[in-house]
């Protein structure tokens, strides 16, 4: 898996890493990232759903 390096502020580090560890949501912060990310690109998909921008794959 491709490793990249990411600036974020402290603050939201740090709302990141109270969901975060045993007694958090996510087994460590790459998780919790990588959770997000997924999310994100949901609610794109979605988005361009709603407004016909999606493009057509042949599968």
Do not use: C, Q, W, Y
């Not at 490793?3 to 990141?16: A, G, Y």
């Not at 109270?18 to 919790?32: I, L, M, T």
């Amino acid at each position: 898996m491709p490793k990249i390096s990411v600036e974020i502020p402290r603050e939201l580090l740090e709302d990141l890493d109270e969901h975060v560890g045993d007694d958090g949501k996510f087994v460590n912060r790459s998780d919790a990232v990588r959770a997000s990310i997924r999310k994100t690109l949901d609610l794109l998909d979605e988005i361009d759903a709603r407004h016909d921008r999606l493009e057509e794959t042949d599968e």
